[in-house]
């Protein structure tokens, strides 16, 4: 007894225990420790690099992968040769693959073998129709697909590929594909599969950082992480204040608790950075400013505002930006500088009256839905019955451009 | 060429702040390098932006013949008072406080460091290639960048009607021309050193700002007696706080450089009312009034120190007393002030005061659910809880400068829970838009405040609980 009284006030001790009975509480909230009532408890199967063939799509077999292309039109199939496969023995779909992150999207193609039913004299047709399931590629640790969260997924497979789509001649390398049974290993797996996601950034990461996972099994990654270190700092409590055990308070076993909750929270993010900074390498690395435009959101505005510099003189010229779409008037705006433009957010005529243009102003209609230019009077017209005179200089896809006289 | 230009672009500002800085530090302290160069970024960002507008002012516009020599001048006359009155910048390298730590320590504190490389180093990459994207740096805080460096002169802007009134002659226009113009100001230094409009290089002060933060507190830290391990963890807990990251990593927005600047102005307030040095009250005063130079909000958060001063001064009764009319004083100016006057960019009338109950949810979603910050208001509301229960049973009071503090941040946090639940803004809470960008500029006080709970914490004696004085009555 004195024995497990000197072990448990070792801080190391009592620190190892508590991560791992919070590891517990998380695991069991995640469901990993249940098993799923009907049991899905076959034999893993596995597709190695040298059992995989494609159909649309170009492949060959590399040392430890099969390398795919994506056909002109970005697509990609895989079948996956079968056996006498139950669908209901089987969990989990798992893929290992490289440059997964340069696909849009990635499904699971299968059918089923109609049953023989001796009730009816007109049989179903022998395979089922095809069923698809779309596929997590975003996540940090292969692609962890759980089927039992497919009705359809039941029965005698017929067939089974993975359909894959992306930028065409885009390459993906996959090294193996397997159907896992469900066991307490593979739901782990699962689970830390799902910690991560790459979300790409946009507009709105500035905002906000939801922690999301893949889900199922983590929508958010927070509840987990709480439970962690409630738990383990719950349990920690217990023993400061039993009769029994008394360890002297150490703030190395709270304060290690909270550094791993916050480890466990900081790595998908640092997984995220570190993949949206690859990404950025990508798209603009050694490129010149009008490079980087042109490879970025911004393309067709840059490109209209390339188009408009030199009809637009010296700076600062006036240019008055007519449009209803945010997005485009303040991107078109900021391009303009240092010319001096004018795009009034929120406004709804989105020009202002015709006496405050004058002659030698400019005029950019951005798929304006109130500004209109009429060719037989030459004039622009927008709401409250304002017109003006002017003359067409520049016109494309997203854009014209008018000189006023 | 550019890593040149960028080096001179980054470095001169760093090194005037750092000399000024160094100056006013006395020597031979743990942390002081750290401390010098991290306030030396702030201090030094100020000092160039007010040169700019100084210049501009005197007719010189922002020509960098002019510009350059003074800012040489300025380091010039630091590196000479250095010659003249030599001060140490640092102790030795490694202090015995590192040198005598368990080896788990020390792994950890590598752990830490690479992680903080890391991080940083992959901000800097980000920043270094992806040009300027978010929507309201397009809107109205990189516009003036671009038409001053083009014009190399501080060039008026001016609402839209104002704009139209004018004709557009000598003036621009764009989305909130009041705007503080320090960071288009440091924008327009970057590209005219460049000798380029390069809006991707010229967001590489916000990966600095947020490094000499980094800086800063863990000097800080250290000057507060907190071990070299635990000032490292919380400094870590700052620069990995993810709304902190992708104010990095999306560079152009001012509110990452209000939260470093208030987080810099409130520890030196910390520590000046906890020992009265006069550095660290000038330092308080210099980062406070940066404030102002950063955003509009600066108003509010500042406002917020005063009932940390009051409580520095005076007795808990008249603290007391005057908490009760500072309320009654606030519910005064909701009732009377004029519905239209102006201040800080808002009037009563624009906020449209009343209770939306729509977004509690959300902002608690914001603080506690979603990965903004990590487990940070967490972290602080259990430490909090834990101090009053503690302090309770054990009848330990609270130090007054950790006392001011809490207030400080409460005032703070008040305002911040006015602001997003009883005006129109809470909108922005629903819509998950800017409260996480306001909570970013007093985000990192609270990880200062974190740190110095969890020292207080330590330092309390182990609490007698009842089952404790039974078993020795019966002993």
Same mark, same amino acid.
């Given at each position: 007894m004195s024995g497990m009284v000197g072990v448990s006030s070792k801080w190391w001790f009592l620190f190892c225990v508590l991560s791992v009975c919070g590891f517990m509480a998380v695991a069991w909230i995640a469901g990993v420790l249940s098993s799923l009532p009907e049991g899905r408890s076959g034999h893993v199967v596995e597709w190695q690099a040298a059992d995989l063939r494609h159909a649309p799509g170009s492949g060959s077999s590399i040392p430890g992968a099969y390398r795919l292309v994506l056909d002109t039109q970005g697509r990609a199939l895989l079948p996956l040769p079968l056996a006498d =496969?139950?669908?209901?023995? &089987?969990?989990f779909l798992t893929i290992e693959a490289e440059s997964?992150?340069? =696909?849009?999207h990635a499904v699971l193609l299968w059918s089923v073998r109609s049953r023989h039913d001796p009730l009816f004299i007109q049989q179903s047709p022998p395979i089922g129709p095809l069923q698809q399931a779309s596929l997590p590629? &975003? !996540?940090?640790?292969g692609i962890w697909l759980d089927l039992s969260s497919l009705p359809e997924w039941s029965g005698d497979l017929a067939r089974v590929g993975i359909a894959l789509q992306g930028p065409p001649g885009a390459e993906i390398s996959i090294h193996q594909v397997r159907l896992a049974p469900d066991t307490m290993a593979n739901r782990l797996a699962w689970f830390f599969a799902g910690w991560a996601r790459y979300d790409p950034l946009a507009q709105w990461s500035i905002n906000v950082f939801k922690g999301n996972g893949i889900d199922p099994p983590i929508k958010f990654r927070m509840p987990f992480v709480v439970t962690f270190l409630a738990v383990g700092l719950l349990l920690y409590g217990l023993l400061l204040v039993s009769r029994r055990f008394r360890p002297p308070f150490d703030w190395r076993v709270a304060g290690g608790l909270l550094l791993i909750a916050w480890f466990a929270l900081d790595a998908p993010w640092q997984w995220q950075l570190w993949r949206q900074a690859m990404d950025a390498e990508k798209a603009f690395a050694g490129k010149t400013q009008g490079e980087k435009a042109l490879s970025g959101p911004d393309a067709s505005i840059y490109q209209l505002t390339q188009g408009v510099y030199p009809l637009l !003189? /010296? /700076?600062p010229a006036r240019v008055f930006i007519a449009t209803s779409q945010e997005y485009l008037g303040l991107r078109a705006a900021y391009r303009l500088y240092p010319h001096n433009p004018y795009w009034a957010r929120g406004r709804v005529n989105e020009l202002p009256s015709a006496n405050q243009l004058k002659p030698g102003d400019f005029v950019l209609t951005l798929r304006s839905t109130v500004v209109k230019y009429e060719p037989e009077s030459g004039e622009l017209k927008w709401p409250d019955d304002q017109r003006i005179s002017a003359e067409p200089l520049y016109a494309d896809p997203t854009g014209q451009l008018y000189r006023v006289h | 060429m550019d890593l040149l230009r960028i080096s001179f672009a980054l470095g001169l500002p760093w090194l005037l702040g750092t000399f000024v800085v160094h100056r006013i530090v006395p020597a031979a302290m743990a942390g002081r390098r750290v401390l010098v160069l991290g306030y030396g970024f702030l201090v030094g960002v100020m000092l160039l932006t007010l040169l700019m507008r100084g210049l501009d002012a005197a $007719?010189? *516009?922002?020509h960098l013949i002019f510009l350059v020599p003074v800012v040489l001048l300025l380091i010039a006359i630091g590196v000479l008072l250095e010659y003249r009155y030599p001060r140490s910048? *640092? $102790?030795?390298?490694?202090?015995r406080d590192y040198r005598d730590l368990p080896l788990w320590q020390k792994l950890l504190i590598a752990v830490l460091l690479t992680i903080l490389a890391i991080r940083l180093g992959g901000l800097w990459l980000e920043v270094y290639w992806r040009p300027l994207f978010p929507w309201d740096a397009y809107m109205h805080w990189a516009t003036k960048s671009r038409v001053w460096t083009d014009a190399q002169a501080i060039v008026p802007f001016v609402d839209y009607d104002e704009w139209l009134a004018l004709q557009g002659r000598g003036v621009f226009t764009d989305n909130h021309p009041g705007y503080p113009i320090t960071t288009p100001l440091l924008q327009t230094w970057m590209n005219l050193i460049l000798g380029r409009w390069d809006d991707a290089v010229m967001n590489l002060p916000w990966v600095l700002v947020a490094a000499a933060g980094g800086m800063a507190f863990f000097g800080q830290a250290r000057m507060a007696g907190i071990g070299p391990l635990a000032a490292l963890v919380f400094c870590y807990f700052l620069l990995s706080l993810p709304i902190l990251n992708v104010q990095v990593a999306l560079a152009g927005y001012a509110d990452v450089f209000m939260g470093i600047f208030y987080l810099a102005a409130l520890m030196a307030f910390y520590h000046w009312s906890n020992t009265r040095l006069f550095w660290q009250g000038l330092l308080a005063l210099l980062l406070a009034a940066g404030c102002f130079l950063i955003k509009n909000e600066a108003l509010y958060w500042i406002l917020a120190l005063l009932p940390g001063f009051a409580a520095v001064f005076l007795p808990p009764r008249r603290l007391i007393l005057l908490v009760g009319f500072g309320i009654l004083l606030s519910a005064g100016v909701l009732l009377f002030f004029p519905r239209d006057l102006e201040v800080a960019g808002h009037t009563l009338a624009g906020l449209g005061l009343q209770f939306h109950s729509d977004a509690v949810l959300p902002l608690l979603q914001s603080l506690f659910w979603f990965s903004n910050w990590h487990l940070l208001f967490w972290m602080v509301g259990f430490m909090l809880l834990a101090r009053v229960i503690i302090g309770f049973l054990s009848g330990t009071r609270w130090p007054r400068p950790l006392l001011a503090l809490c207030l400080i941040l409460g005032s703070a946090f008040v305002l911040f829970l006015v602001l997003f639940l009883f005006t129109g803004y809470a909108l922005t809470v629903v819509g998950q838009t800017s409260v996480s960008r306001i909570s970013l500029q007093l985000a990192p006080s609270f990880v200062f405040l974190a740190m110095l709970l969890y020292q207080d914490l330590a330092k309390i004696p182990p609490v007698a609980l009842p089952a404790q004085k039974r078993r020795t009555g019966l002993e």
């Open positions: =496969l139950s669908a209901d023995a &089987y969990r997964v992150r340069s =696909l849009t590629i &975003y !996540g940090w640790s !003189g /010296p /700076p | $007719g010189f *516009g922002l910048f *640092g $102790g030795v390298w490694l202090s």
